[in-house]
């Protein structure tokens, strides 16, 4: 199969930290449109992998391309086709959810008015149109997580990670997450995520 008929690629990935070598030659491929669900338990490295994909951390070892973009010598270019939701909610607790994502949609160079129009999209997509005028502190995890996904993909990234995305919410909370990460699937967004659960890799 040809390079370029995978959106991610990673070969050989190295980290260490010190004498604790947290990769030790990581590979993975991901077609366009598949989701690849990365599982395992605390402080297995899961978290760094993603951050050296989103250009987050460098390797010490190793080759990674987005999209055809390398991500240690272009990586300006991968932040354009990427969305990145960590696991703990990247928002501001004072602004609304509603400003929140117009804040975002406007460091992302959108017009104010593409701005609040995609803000006004995501809020009815995550359920939070009821919620969109109140600050962010008054939310629930369950909510801050959805704005927090909400948020990652105000520019419509093709490919997005997600870093333990259902970490810490309830039963109900976590099916509407992955009814949400189903919908991005099925709309063609190529998505790799981490998790600690067996069933949500399945």
Do not use: C
């Amino acid at each position: 199969m040809p390079q370029n008929d995978y959106v991610i690629e990673a070969i050989g990935l190295k980290k260490s930290y010190g004498s604790n070598k947290v990769l030790q030659g990581v590979d993975l491929r991901v077609k366009r449109g598949t989701m690849l669900a990365l599982l395992g338990p605390n402080r297995a490295g899961k978290t760094t992998t993603v951050r050296i994909l989103s250009t987050l951390l460098k390797a010490d070892a190793g080759s990674v391309h987005i999209e055809g973009f390398d991500v240690f010598s272009d990586a300006d270019s991968v932040r354009r086709v990427i969305g990145l939701t960590g696991q703990s909610a990247a928002v501001d607790e004072m602004l609304t959810g509603r400003e929140n994502l117009i804040m975002m949609g406007q460091l992302y160079h959108l017009t104010t008015k593409s701005a609040k129009q995609r803000a006004e999209e995501l809020l009815v997509e995550f359920d939070l149109v009821d919620a969109a005028k109140r600050a962010v502190k008054t939310y629930s995890g369950g909510m801050r997580r959805r704005l927090d996904l909400a948020v990652s993909l105000i520019a419509t990234p093709p490919v997005i990670f997600l870093d333990e995305p259902t970490t810490g919410l309830d039963p109900r909370s976590r099916i509407t997450m992955w009814n949400i990460i189903n919908r991005l699937k099925e709309n063609g967004a190529t998505i790799l995520l981490t998790t600690q659960y067996l069933d949500e890799a399945d």
